[in-house]
């Protein structure tokens, strides 16, 4: 497994804030996106992800981790702008994990997967996120974010149909936020820093990307 460690991120949305990419092995079978509708196979983001499967460029985890530590006090970053947490396909590699929760201890660090909540998943998610370690579960639509938030995982995102742009529910009645960064040009991750905190309320993303119109199809199943 290798990960590309960006110091400042030149992502728009993103804002100027350090950014990883984990290979494509880390992204599990089970994320319907990876078949069609992954906003990281198009554009600059994709030809990264291609340098970095290809070995071209990138380090190892212990590398990560080391840059991870040298970050600023409270230094706000994102883990993944590609890729999922280590371990390859469903299965979270709990010990590398915990290896980088170690080192974001003191810093601000927050990241998404889309590994099935298993057992041995859902504990290691579960630790990380008391750990200080944001992990956002991200859910396909409104009903699959009910369930993935009645795991008490951690904090939960979802996919929502492209136009999206009001705060909505969850079939269960959970609160569904618009990500801000995506209705505003003036808020980036750097400003905002929601899918950083632990909270109640589910996170928002209009389906985007080349391929927005097949994450749409999956986010709106069943409506």
């Keep these: 497994m290798r990960v590309q460690f960006t110091l400042q991120s030149r992502n ?44 071209a460029i990138g380090g190892t985890w212990t590398e ?26 469903d299965t979270i590699n709990a010990g590398a994990l915990a290896q980088l929760v170690s080192a974001n201890m003191g810093r601000n660090g927050f990241t998404y997967t889309h590994k099935p909540m298993t057992a041995d998943n859902r504990a290691a998610v579960t630790s990380a996120n008391a750990a200080g370690f944001t992990i956002n579960l991200s859910a396909n639509n409104p009903t699959h974010a009910d369930i993935l938030a009645d795991t008490k995982s951690g904090p939960v995102v979802v996919v929502l149909a492209a136009d999206a742009n009001q705060n909505t529910v969850t079939p269960a009645g959970r609160k569904i936020v618009i990500c801000p960064a995506t209705q505003r040009d003036d808020v980036t991750c750097q400003s905002c820093g929601l899918c950083a905190r632990q909270r109640d309320f589910i996170i928002g993303f209009p389906a985007h990307g080349a391929a927005k119109r097949k994450a749409e199809t999956i986010a709106t199943q069943g409506e």
């Excluded at 728009?12 to 290979?23: F, L, M, N, R, W």
């Excluded at 990876?34 to 499967?53: F, H, Q, S, T």
């Excluded at 981790?65 to 371990?87: E, M």
């Design 64 to 89: 990560l981790c080391d840059k991870v530590r040298a970050l600023p006090a409270g230094q706000l970053w994102r883990h993944n702008q590609a890729g999922d947490l280590p371990g390859l396909g």
């Design 12 to 55: 728009a949305k993103t804002g100027p804030i350090p950014v990883t990419t984990t290979d494509s092995t880390s992204c599990p079978p089970a994320c319907p996106f990876r078949a069609g509708g992954c906003y990281a196979k198009g554009g600059p983001l994709a030809i990264l992800w291609r340098k970095l499967d290809s070995g």
